[in-house]
T-cell receptor, first 116, second 115 residues
Framework: AQSVTQLDSHVSVSEGTPVLLRCNYS??????LFWYVQHPNKGLQLLLK??????LVKGINGFEAEFKKSETSFHLTKPSAHMSDAAEYFC??????????????FGTGTRLKVLA | DGGITQSPKYLFRKEGQNVTLSCEQN?????MYWYRQDPGQGLRLIYY???????QKGDIAEGYSVSREKKESFPLTVTSAQKNPTAFYLC??????????????FGPGTRLTVT
């Protein structure tokens, strides 16, 4: 069965310091993985995606994530946090099943707070 | 300017009334989805549609209904049978249904409050 776990519900960082948002997944088949960002009362915006190409994926706004199959992880990082990064972040896994279908499974989200 | 629009942004209704949330996309996507978002629970799938005149129940379809008469439109009706309708509702689309490599595009959401 597929699942995704975001290990921290809340993360606080100071402006200018690195950001690390952790995501672990479980999938019987090769997954596609996504990170989305959601600002308050807004829809979700895609930050980056992994679809079995390069394991280090670069996204928008300076974010990147590394797919580590041995650790079943897809952590999101950014070298230097900006105030505008304060938002909720969702890790999503999409993987096939024995019946030939796919499904997107959303993590429960990590709320990032950036301190001035 | 391609994207997904949802209206209204905020909606207030009395208990016992049905209400319809609008979702329109001009991305020429085949697949469309409705999600419900509650605090601390991530997104839960209500209904999805692969093509016009076809739709399937998601994980929490009870108390909801949809239609897909046009490729661009996928309205969601929250009926009086839905026990806890107050939530943030998100519509999404993707190029194909559940094709793992295609990301979903999301609308701005509708916040429904039922009292």
């Amino acid at each position: 069965a597929q699942s995704v776990t975001q290990l921290d519900s809340h993360v606080s960082v100071s402006e200018g310091t690195p950001v690390l948002l952790r995501c672990n997944y479980s999938s019987s088949y090769s997954p596609s993985l996504f990170w989305y960002v959601q600002h308050p009362n807004k829809g979700l915006q895609l930050l980056l995606k992994y679809t079995s190409a390069a394991t280090l994926v670069k996204g928008i706004n300076g974010f990147e994530a590394e797919f580590k199959k041995s650790e079943t992880s897809f952590h999101l990082t950014k070298p230097s946090a900006h105030m505008s990064d304060a938002a909720e972040y969702f890790c999503v896994v999409s993987a096939g099943t024995t019946s030939g279908t796919y499904k997107y499974i959303f993590g429960t989200g990590t709320r990032l707070k950036v301190l001035a | 300017d391609g994207g997904i629009t949802q209206s209204p942004k905020y909606l207030f209704r009395k208990e016992g009334q049905n209400v319809t949330l609008s979702c329109e996309q001009n991305l020429n996507h085949d697949a469309m989805y409705w999600y419900r978002q509650d605090p601390g629970q991530g997104l839960r799938l209500i209904y999805y549609s692969q093509i016009v005149n076809d739709f399937q129940k998601g994980d929490i379809a009870e108390g909801y209904s949809v239609s897909r008469e046009k490729k661009e439109s996928f309205p969601l009706t929250v009926t009086s049978a839905q026990k806890n309708p107050t939530a943030f509702y998100l519509c999404a689309s993707s190029k194909e249904l559940w094709q793992g490599t295609y990301e979903q595009y999301f609308g701005p959401g509708t916040r429904l409050t039922v009292t």
